[in-house]
């Protein structure tokens, strides 16, 4: 059995082997999307030098008294030259009149008549309060690199560029399928041994969070040729992952390892030195050109979320060179029980209180208890050479 960063870094050697499509889209529907390409800067910017401020833009000189000399708005330029004694009104954004090098803000000024004079105690010197062309970026140099998450800010900057359209790799396509004779309709009420699934939407949802495609399969019985039927044609379908809950484990009813393999799937791992989430399975499928990320979660929904968020999620960001997951260090405020050499990924509730950031996790840390995970807003990261650990002891965790 291997561990965490050893079943990791076998993921992200095969996802490192898929090739997202690119396509371009209209820049207003590209939020959360993932930047294809450098944009390039087709202008300086500031394409000219414009007053950072409303204030007089003036000729700057050892004096504090000016004559104003007409005015300037944004995006209303009019040629004006301004001798050493005057000085032009002007507001921000607005361009400079060719020899001003200095804008004074009106707080700093009082009008007399027509006459400009500094208040007291001001502080003047040349330059003050001028944006410079080509100060925030210059022509043709990279405005937004290729990898950027599209974020609002990141959308002003490569509108500034004049693009309308931006060419974003395309999203990952999802296969989410559950498998299991206790699973029943979420719309049905539970009775005897029967289960709603859950797992689906929660696998769904973390699809959709990464902001991928995600195909909702449903559910099948524990019955070994509709899992093998139901696989087989998913695999025939453009998807580039397939995620299954259930049957992993070492129970009679558990078929999905044997079936994957049946069908050509070449098993990479199975089981991880982790909890929850031991049993989880990956694979992949080749046929033709086409490669097929597989992976077999365990059916207790805690442990399903659990495996795509310290698997899936991270090898995700790592295909797309994003930032890796940030670990939050923070104090634990009650003990926790680990007596093994696993890695435990406990539930935990984080909270910064004077500038420290502490965790608690008051949880029974059941696999199959949805309601704290609904509640917890961390996994504690507990390493496999960790035991016991106590109060006051700091400990990393990941936000979810």
Same mark, same amino acid.
């Given at each position: 059995m291997i561990n965490y960063s050893e079943a990791l870094e076998i993921i992200k050697r095969e996802i490192s082997e898929l090739e997202p499509g690119i396509e371009e889209i209209d820049l207003l529907d590209s939020y959360n999307r993932i930047i294809a390409e450098d944009v390039i800067a087709d202008v300086d910017l500031p394409p000219f030098d414009n007053s950072a401020v409303d204030g007089y833009a003036l000729v700057f000189s050892e004096r504090n008294e000016w004559n104003v000399k007409g005015e300037i708005s944004a995006g209303n330029y009019s040629p004006v030259a301004i001798s050493e004694d005057e000085a032009v009104l002007i507001t921000t954004g607005g361009k400079l009149p060719g020899n001003a090098d200095t804008v004074v803000p009106v707080e700093d000024v009082e009008i007399n008549n027509g006459t400009l004079r500094l208040k007291p105690d001001v502080i003047f010197k040349k330059g003050l309060n001028i %944006?410079?062309?080509?100060?925030?970026?210059?022509?043709?140099?990279?405005?937004?690199?290729?990898f950027t998450?599209?974020?609002?800010?990141?959308?002003?900057? $490569?509108? /500034?560029? !004049?693009?309308?359209?931006?060419?974003?790799? /395309?999203?990952?396509?999802?296969?989410?399928l559950a498998t299991g004779d206790e699973l029943i309709p979420v719309g049905e009420k539970p009775a005897n041994d029967k289960i709603r699934v859950s797992n689906i939407y929660s696998l769904y949802m973390a699809v959709k969070e990464q902001n991928h495609s995600a195909l909702n399969l449903g559910f099948v019985k524990d019955d070994r040729n509709l899992i093998k039927e139901k696989i087989r044609g998913t695999l025939e379908s453009n998807i580039d992952f397939l995620i299954t809950t259930g049957g992993v484990s070492v129970g009679k009813y558990d078929f999905l390892k044997d079936v994957f393999e049946e069908l050509g799937v070449r098993r990479k791992f199975w089981k991880v030195n982790i909890k929850p989430g031991k049993p989880?399975?990956?694979?992949?499928?080749?046929?033709?050109?086409?490669? $097929?990320? $597989?992976f077999g979660l365990p059916g207790n929904p805690v442990s399903s979320l659990v495996n795509y968020k310290v698997f899936i999620e991270p090898a995700i960001d790592y295909l797309f060179k994003q930032k890796e997951t940030e670990l939050i260090t923070a104090v634990l405020q009650n003990n926790l029980k680990k007596r093994d050499g696993k890695r435990h990924f406990a539930r935990g509730i984080l909270y910064e209180e004077n500038g420290v950031?502490?965790?608690?996790?008051?949880?029974?840390? /059941?696999? !199959?208890?949805?309601?704290?995970? /609904?509640?917890?807003?961390?996994?504690?990261?507990?390493?496999?050479?960790? %035991?016991?650990?106590?109060?006051?002891?700091?400990?990393?965790?990941?936000?979810?």
């Amino acid at each position: 059995m291997i561990n965490y960063s050893e079943a990791l870094e076998i993921i992200k050697r095969e996802i490192s082997e898929l090739e997202p499509g690119i396509e371009e889209i209209d820049l207003l529907d590209s939020y959360n999307r993932i930047i294809a390409e450098d944009v390039i800067a087709d202008v300086d910017l500031p394409p000219f030098d414009n007053s950072a401020v409303d204030g007089y833009a003036l000729v700057f000189s050892e004096r504090n008294e000016w004559n104003v000399k007409g005015e300037i708005s944004a995006g209303n330029y009019s040629p004006v030259a301004i001798s050493e004694d005057e000085a032009v009104l002007i507001t921000t954004g607005g361009k400079l009149p060719g020899n001003a090098d200095t804008v004074v803000p009106v707080e700093d000024v009082e009008i007399n008549n027509g006459t400009l004079r500094l208040k007291p105690d001001v502080i003047f010197k040349k330059g003050l309060n001028i %944006r410079r062309k080509g100060s925030d970026l210059e022509l043709n140099k990279i405005a937004v690199p290729a990898f950027t998450k599209i974020k609002p800010q990141t959308a002003a900057a $490569i509108a /500034s560029c !004049g693009r309308e359209k931006v060419k974003v790799f /395309s999203k990952l396509k999802f296969a989410v399928l559950a498998t299991g004779d206790e699973l029943i309709p979420v719309g049905e009420k539970p009775a005897n041994d029967k289960i709603r699934v859950s797992n689906i939407y929660s696998l769904y949802m973390a699809v959709k969070e990464q902001n991928h495609s995600a195909l909702n399969l449903g559910f099948v019985k524990d019955d070994r040729n509709l899992i093998k039927e139901k696989i087989r044609g998913t695999l025939e379908s453009n998807i580039d992952f397939l995620i299954t809950t259930g049957g992993v484990s070492v129970g009679k009813y558990d078929f999905l390892k044997d079936v994957f393999e049946e069908l050509g799937v070449r098993r990479k791992f199975w089981k991880v030195n982790i909890k929850p989430g031991k049993p989880i399975y990956f694979g992949v499928f080749e046929n033709n050109d086409k490669k $097929i990320l $597989i992976f077999g979660l365990p059916g207790n929904p805690v442990s399903s979320l659990v495996n795509y968020k310290v698997f899936i999620e991270p090898a995700i960001d790592y295909l797309f060179k994003q930032k890796e997951t940030e670990l939050i260090t923070a104090v634990l405020q009650n003990n926790l029980k680990k007596r093994d050499g696993k890695r435990h990924f406990a539930r935990g509730i984080l909270y910064e209180e004077n500038g420290v950031w502490n965790v608690t996790s008051e949880f029974s840390q /059941s696999s !199959g208890n949805l309601v704290e995970m /609904s509640a917890s807003n961390c996994l504690i990261v507990l390493p496999e050479e960790i %035991r016991n650990p106590q109060k006051g002891d700091s400990v990393k965790c990941i936000k979810i």
